[in-house]
């Protein structure tokens, strides 16, 4: 079973918004960071959004203003809200768990910005 699920993607028109979820197993005991990051063919992946067990949140500057990040500790799930989602949102966005040592990678949601 994967240890990292995200759920959310799809297709939206430009303006759109939507909304990525990321469960973490149980089976992960300690969370010290959750993040998102996306590739679009052809591009390398990058971070969208990350937040360490102590609150402080990372954007990228492409993002700020648009994303937001939240987590919800008793549900061991981190969230990327997405407004005013623009054609060059378009990619496969996965969600990465760090438990201090190590890194979880779920399997990755398209998300599609397009008319």
């Known amino acids: 079973q994967a240890q990292v699920v995200e759920s959310g993607g799809g297709l939206v028109q430009p303006g759109g918004s939507l909304r990525l979820s990321c469960a973490a197993s149980?089976?992960?005991?300690?969370?010290?960071?959750m993040g998102w990051y996306r590739q679009a063919p052809g591009k390398q992946r990058e971070l969208v959004a990350a937040v360490t067990g102590g609150g402080r949140i990372n954007y990228a500057d492409s993002v700020k203003g648009r994303f937001t990040i939240s987590r919800d500790n008793a549900k061991n799930t981190v969230y990327l809200q997405m407004n005013s989602l623009k054609p060059e949102d378009t990619a496969v966005y996965y969600c990465n768990i760090h438990d201090g040592l190590r890194d979880y990678w779920g399997q990755g949601t398209q998300v599609t910005v397009s008319s």
């Open positions: 149980r089976s992960i005991f300690s969370i010290y960071a």
